[in-house]
């Protein structure tokens, strides 16, 4: 006679999570710096003081909803495929478009802007090619850097006579843009490297 008793009965576990939707706030602040940037560029080159202060505020508002989104997005687990996408593209055309307008209106060089979009798209394009090995975490260097180029854009959408410090801003947001470029490359091949050791 069998004294085994009947097995006993699985207890369910936690059901997973169930992803957030692409439809949040956060995802709603990233479309609406996208949209920002055309009324950014059309108020950029229409002549008259009041529209140039109305550039720049379009500006800081469309650069303040970068970290209020990528907050909520952390804060609230609202991090979505479309937000990782969608941010970058945001950020990099506001940027771009800043800066390049800038140099078309001749109030920027355009060596400057040059240097800018070329670390910028090819930290990107780095970020894609070695995302099969590991991710490269933001470090306080490019935080830095954002902030800089921010601060740099805005005071030379700023009317009035802030030349010196508009470049000296300017340049030390391009000497941490260049050198948070080089570190990036060298985690990347360190990366690399560890992966296929």
Same mark, same amino acid.
Not at 63 to 78: E, F, M, Q, W
Not at 89 to 112: H, N
């Given at each position: 006679?069998? !004294?085994?008793?009947?097995?006993?009965?699985? =207890?369910?576990? &936690?059901?997973?999570?169930? &992803?957030?939707?692409?439809?949040? @706030?956060?995802?709603?602040? +990233?479309? @609406?710096?996208?949209?920002?940037?055309?009324?950014?560029?059309?108020?950029? *080159? @229409? #002549?008259?003081?009041?529209?140039?202060v109305?550039?720049?505020?379009? *500006?800081a508002?469309a650069?303040?909803? #970068?970290?209020?989104?990528? #907050?909520?997005?952390? %804060?609230?687990?609202?991090v !979505? #495929?479309?937000? %990782?996408?969608?941010?970058?593209?945001?950020?990099?055309?506001? +940027?771009?478009?800043?800066?390049?307008?800038? /140099?078309?209106?001749?109030?920027?060089?355009?060596?400057? +802007? $040059?240097?800018?979009?070329?670390?910028?798209?090819?930290? !990107?394009?780095?970020?894609? =090619?070695?995302?099969?090995?590991? =991710?490269?975490?933001? /470090? %306080?260097?490019? %935080?830095?850097?954002?902030?800089?180029?921010?601060?740099?854009?805005?005071?030379?959408?700023?009317?009035?006579?802030?030349? &010196?410090?508009?470049?000296?801003?300017?340049?030390?947001?391009?000497?941490? +843009? @260049?050198? !948070?470029?080089?570190?990036?490359?060298?985690? $990347?091949?360190?990366?690399?490297?560890?992966?296929l $050791?």
């Open positions: 006679m069998s !004294t085994v008793g009947p097995e006993p009965a699985a =207890v369910p576990g &936690p059901e997973p999570a169930a &992803p957030p939707s692409v439809y949040n @706030v956060a995802n709603l602040l +990233t479309l @609406v710096r996208i949209l920002l940037v055309p009324v950014f560029v059309w108020l950029l *080159f @229409v #002549d008259g003081t009041g529209w140039r109305a550039a720049f505020v379009v *500006f508002v650069s303040v909803t #970068d970290k209020i989104d990528g #907050d909520l997005a952390r %804060k609230y687990d609202l !979505t #495929d479309f937000g %990782k996408i969608a941010d970058p593209i945001a950020d990099k055309a506001l +940027t771009g478009a800043a800066l390049i307008g800038l /140099s078309v209106l001749g109030e920027l060089w355009w060596w400057v +802007t $040059a240097v800018i979009l070329a670390r910028e798209i090819g930290i !990107t394009l780095l970020r894609l =090619v070695v995302i099969r090995y590991g =991710v490269i975490p933001a /470090s %306080k260097g490019g %935080k830095l850097k954002t902030l800089l180029q921010v601060v740099a854009i805005g005071l030379f959408l700023l009317p009035g006579p802030l030349d &010196p410090l508009r470049w000296a801003t300017m340049a030390a947001a391009v000497a941490v +843009t @260049v050198v !948070t470029g080089v570190d990036y490359v060298v985690q $990347a091949w360190r990366l690399r490297r560890a992966a $050791a």
